[in-house]
């Protein structure tokens, strides 16, 4: 998919939340590029949900204040079934990778996730 095309589905398709860092954006889709092109689009953080395996990223902007310590908590209380990993820039949180077949993806909804990242 083009950077239009995903721009696109971002404008049409995404859901916009203010997070205590800034601009959020939530997304249910297939491709990851939609992460960096949100970011360029201005987005502090963006969680994409992969709808098909149920894997979940949440990015912040590395130009952002963002710390997701807190978000990585409250989410391993909410599904403790879940396989949570905290990066240790503390800016991106991952449920799930082709690259950990173990991993188990959350059953959160994505309106959930995004309910933690609210202010």
Known sequence: QTAKNLEKEIKENSTVFESTWGKGMGLET??????????????AVVVRKDPRKGYVRIKASPASSADLTNTYEQLKKMDPDATWFLHVSKKMLLNGTPKNPKMKPTKLRL??????LKK
């Open 30 to 43: 297939i491709n990851d590029d939609v992460i960096k092109i949100a970011q360029k689009m201005g987005f």
């Open 111 to 116: 309106d959930a996730i995004i309910n933690v």
